[in-house]
């Protein structure tokens, strides 16, 4: 008898994964979840609008085991009650209000507040999902244009490895040493920011060099699909855990 409800036990487990939440949103920032096997990697697409790293990602997932969240929309910036938020800005209230602020002039104050308290109150939810297990690493895949490359990360970062000069908008940034140090053996530019920046911009990175979990950023111009592809790869083959 024991030994049919633990069969039983077993088949109820079996379908669990099937009950699995298939989305997750905070706000207007709603993200496609894809799972694959067991593994501490998370991966995350969060800029609609940065499509060859959406791709790099949802093609990756087929094979390589872990959580992905990609974002829905296909615009960089997401709704918030009807107001413009950068969704790598919502990570804290403080980072919120400034891009909300940025991104809505003239902005009514109660307004800015009602949308700041949605935020909150949904917030804990997706950093719960995007912050990876002990000993994991979330992986953020980013694609960026003419005004954003590493250069804008050197003179902020505690340590660089540039081999890739002429190609600034290539690069990894991460907040852990022990990665920097297998990062910069690559033939890539890295970047290492393990120390919190005083502002608090409400991006990701942010939040995890202030709560101490690993993180991997990865930027590369967009329409460089194969770039990217080979970098992630150069990553997972390198980084084993
Ligand atoms: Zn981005």
Redesign the pocket.
């Known amino acids: 008898m024991s030994a049919q409800v633990s069969r039983r036990e077993v088949l109820a487990f079996g379908w669990l994964p099937f009950f699995r939440p298939k989305h997750i949103a905070l706000a207007g920032a709603r993200f496609r979840i894809l799972r694959n096997g067991r593994s501490r990697r998370r991966y995350l697409?969060?800029?609609g609008n940065?499509e060859s790293?959406r791709a790099v990602l949802v093609r990756h997932m087929e094979t390589r085991e872990g959580i992905a969240y990609v974002i829905e929309g296909h615009t960089?910036n997401v709704d918030v009650e009807g107001l413009k938020l950068d969704p790598?800005r919502m990570f804290s209230r403080i980072g919120a209000e400034a891009s909300l602020k940025r991104l809505n002039p003239n902005l009514d104050p109660a307004r800015l507040a009602h949308a700041l308290d949605v935020l909150d109150h949904g917030r804990p939810k997706l950093i719960h999902a995007l912050t990876p297990p002990a000993g994991g690493l979330t992986f953020?895949?980013?694609?960026?244009s003419e005004s954003y490359s590493v250069t804008d990360e050197v003179p902020i970062s505690d340590q660089t490895s540039l081999r890739e000069p002429l190609n600034p908008h290539a690069f990894f940034l991460c907040t852990d040493p022990s990665y920097f140090e297998k990062l910069k053996t690559s033939p890539y530019n890295v970047v290492l920011q393990q120390r919190a920046p005083s502002t608090d911009d409400g991006s990701l990175s942010r939040l995890a060099a202030a709560q101490g979990f690993r993180y991997v950023n990865l930027?590369v111009a967009l329409g460089q699909t194969e770039r990217q592809r080979e970098m992630v790869w150069w990553l997972e083959w390198n980084l084993v855990r």
């Open positions: 697409v969060i800029h940065e790293a960089r790598n953020a895949l980013h694609n960026n930027e």
